[in-house]
């Protein structure tokens, strides 16, 4: 009798045997499977913050174009350079030559030195097994890029001019090469984000396991952190002047880095020679991210002044504090503001708000602490105003209510950082409206513009020009008026010489830089109009000044002008700037 564990390895033994029949002998090791690679490179676009690059092979060669950023222009659905189209629905034009993208199959993303480079890739299998490669990616040329929560794309997403906004999760890279890109808090991205020149907006709770390639941000690349940042702010700071004296402000914020949660601040400090409590309280809400629009407002006493064009606070306390000269006037502003603030397309700002303020006047302490000074004293507050036309002007700053409405656009294409180192742009316009029915003690509309051109010759030398205008109708208060001359206007006059409700002016400087130093000099010719309670007309006497100018670094240059309409006081005028704004 046959055992039965006898009959179940006999039964093994049969079946093993078959199996070694009906498959082949394989080595010890196995062979590890690789996935053939049929890609081949397209096309490479090379950035950073100036520059743009394209290469891609034409018969054999590759053939490059080089172009700045602000040579880019989009218009009706193509991007354009010099009024040739690199760009549009169906692919990239070089050289008469078309790309379509409807050929990519992967893009590769890296970083060399300071520029960034995009890699796009083709196969070289037939349509058919293109097509299927290419199902899990998204490229829409020209138009915007949407992932929804709970969505997922299996591979890359690709956009020339469109937004992109993922609230979604992505497997690979994220392009849009002039669009911005906004990565929402509980959104995934498994590849790289990259944009030529728009911005790239990545929520502190996202989870973008690559980095962010920006043509705009200062450095380029950056890494993403998981740490949320401190949403609590605390900080200090001086102003020096001959109103206040010195004044010392704490500020407390708050910031939502995902913009959810409202933004609000308090600031609060102590003038110690006008013995005045100083406080800022408010609040501003994200209502759009893409795009910005937010709504704010605050209430406030604060010292103001209209001179903020001229020169910051910051540049004002040096020469306050060190050599008695303080070039803003001022009054106090008793009120509050809110605001509506839109960003409709990169470079473009609007900004609408409605202030009530009940002003107070205080008086200049002339005889403040400068280190440098030696017997000098502060000059009166609105010093330059005729006596009388100031008296009128103090009373109505003691007693009065203005309420307005304005509206504010700017147009702004330069390097903030280094405003001198492209052709560039930059231009604001104000519209101001007072009128009873706002519960102002005033009525009238004030207007100005002012636009700058930033023009390079070459490497070395740039033309600088800027073109202001301003106009009012009905009765303009004295701290609402016009003021030409000296620092930012008129350089070869006395500081805020003359006063108007309307005027004209222009400024141009021709710079020369030199190499391999931080020095730069400049010619530079002024000439304005201003006219009081009177039209702009040949009987107004047109100002002009011819001088030079010195830069050294970033933070200092020096002026040297005169006056050209042949008056006794003509002696020339020196003023230095702790900034480069023209």
């Not at 003691?398 to 280094?418: G, I, Q, V």
């Not at 700058?452 to 033309?463: C, D």
């Not at 020369?512 to 304005?528: C, E, G, Q, T």
Request: charged share 30%; with cysteine; net charge negative.
């Amino acid at each position: 009798m046959i055992r039965p564990y006898l009959i179940r390895i006999f039964t093994c033994l049969i079946i093993l045997g078959i199996s070694t029949q009906a498959c082949p002998a394989q080595d010890a090791k196995y062979k590890e499977y690789q996935r053939s690679s049929k890609k081949k490179e397209y096309f490479e676009i090379t950035y950073d913050r100036r520059h743009v690059e394209i290469t891609a092979p034409l018969n054999g060669v590759y053939k490059r174009t080089r172009f700045l950023h602000t040579e880019i222009r989009k218009h009706n659905e193509r991007v354009l350079v010099d009024g040739v189209v690199i760009f549009d629905h169906e692919g990239l034009h070089l050289e008469h030559e078309l790309f379509p993208f409807d050929r990519i199959c992967d893009i590769h993303i890296d970083k060399y030195d300071d520029e960034s480079v995009m890699t796009f890739y083709t196969r070289t299998e037939p349509d058919r097994k293109v097509s299927r490669v290419k199902r899990g990616n998204v490229i829409e040329p020209i138009a915007d890029i949407v992932v929804e929560e709970d969505s997922f794309i299996r591979g890359f997403l690709f956009t020339v001019i469109g937004n992109i906004d993922i609230q979604g999760e992505v497997n690979k890279d994220v392009i849009s090469l002039f669009g911005d890109i906004y990565v929402g808090p509980e959104a995934v991205v498994r590849g790289d984000i990259a944009s030529v020149s728009g911005r790239i907006d990545a929520s502190r709770d996202a989870s973008v396991y690559g980095e962010l390639f920006s043509g705009m941000h200062p450095r380029g690349r950056r890494h993403i952190s998981w740490r949320r940042e401190d949403e609590l702010a605390l900080g200090s700071q001086f102003a020096y002047n001959r109103v206040d004296g010195l004044r010392s402000t704490v500020q407390f914020k708050y910031t939502d880095p995902d913009s959810l949660l409202p933004t609000f601040w308090i600031a609060a400090g102590y003038a110690l020679e006008s013995e005045r409590v100083r406080y800022d309280i408010g609040l501003e809400q994200t209502i759009l991210r893409m795009p910005p629009l937010s709504i704010g407002g605050s209430y406030y006493r604060q010292l103001s002044s209209e001179d903020d064009w001229l020169l910051s606070n910051n540049e004002n306390t040096p020469f306050a504090l060190l050599v008695t000269e303080d070039f803003k006037d001022y009054y106090e502003a008793d009120g509050g503001t809110v605001y509506l603030r839109l960003k409709p397309i990169r470079h473009l700002e609007f900004e609408g708000r409605y202030r009530h303020e009940e002003t107070k006047w205080i008086k200049a302490e002339r005889d403040l602490f400068s280190l440098f000074g030696g017997g000098k004293v502060f000059s009166y507050n609105f010093g330059t105003v005729d006596s009388a036309f100031r008296a009128t002007g103090i009373a109505e700053i003691d007693s009065t209510t203005n309420a307005h409405l304005s509206a504010r656009l700017d147009y702004d294409t330069r390097d903030k950082s280094d405003p001198f180192s492209r052709s560039a742009w930059a231009v604001t316009g104000i519209i101001e409206w007072s009128h009873p029915d706002l519960d102002s003690d005033f009525d009238y509309r004030r207007y100005t513009i002012n636009a700058r051109r930033y023009q390079k010759v070459n490497r070395r030398t740039m033309m600088a020009v800027r073109a202001m205008f301003g106009g009012s109708d009905g009765y303009l208060p004295m701290y609402k008026r016009f003021y030409t001359g000296g620092l930012g206007t008129l350089r070869g006059y006395k500081h805020k010489e003359y006063m108007g409700t309307r005027f004209w002016m222009m400024n141009l400087e021709y710079r020369v830089d030199f190499p391999k130093s931080d020095l730069a000099l400049s010619i530079l010719w002024d000439v304005a109009q201003i006219a009081n309670e009177t039209k702009l007309d040949d009987n107004i006497e047109v100002k002009h000044s011819l001088g030079i100018v010195a830069y050294l670094g970033d933070d200092f240059k020096i002026s040297l002008a005169r006056r050209l309409d042949r008056s006794d006081n003509d002696s020339p005028q020196v003023y230095v700037r702790l900034d480069h704004v023209l």
